[in-house]
């Protein structure tokens, strides 16, 4: 059974006050801890006279993976543009780049407004196809456009597919 996030948090801060009072235990008792889930503020913790309430709060949110695939008649690919409110960490991109006539590639770079990562050309044994994989560690923030440029010397028509993934979280 999974508990949810919120539970495993108040679990954790009993079990850490639980540690504290022990190692305090000869200094007199330790505090005392509540639970009531029913209330926004579920953990209070008793220290006589006083009472005290601990604020959980700004949990890290959870990671939302994702994937986008594009492809395009042409050297330039617009992959997607990341939404509002989310930031993209993304973790890899490949791209395959096809021209019937041959093709020779310079370089394949991944871009976003806040950054990028070239990726490695490799020219597949055939001719007419280059491949390029990365494991990255990209950062796309709300509204970034994200693109794969291929410099190349080909005779058109050419297509160029590109594939990103990574995971989702709220933006700051």
Not at 28 to 54: C, K, R, S, Y
Not at 72 to 81: A, L, R, S, T
Not at 94 to 119: E, F, H, Q, R
């Amino acid at each position: 059974m999974d508990l949810p996030r919120s539970a495993f948090v108040i679990v954790t801060v009993v079990a850490g006050l639980a540690i504290f009072s022990s190692a305090m235990a000869d200094q007199g008792p330790g505090p005392l801890v509540t639970l009531n889930p029913a209330t926004p503020n579920p953990v209070t913790v008793t220290n006589l006279p006083a009472v005290q309430t601990v604020t959980v709060s700004n949990l890290p949110a959870v990671q939302t993976p994702f994937q986008r695939f594009a492809q395009i008649g042409g050297d330039v690919v617009i992959i997607d543009h990341v939404p509002a409110g989310e930031r993209w960490i993304i973790q890899h991109a490949s791209v395959k780049y096809s021209c019937p006539n041959g093709t020779s590639v310079a370089d394949i770079a991944l871009s976003t407004s806040s950054g990028g990562d070239w990726m490695v050309p490799q020219p597949s044994p055939g001719g007419g196809v280059v491949i390029a994989k990365s494991q990255t560690l990209v950062i796309a923030n709300a509204l970034d456009q994200i693109t794969v440029f291929v410099e190349s010397v080909s005779n058109p028509p050419c297509q160029t597919f590109a594939f990103i993934s990574g995971v989702s979280v709220p933006a700051h």
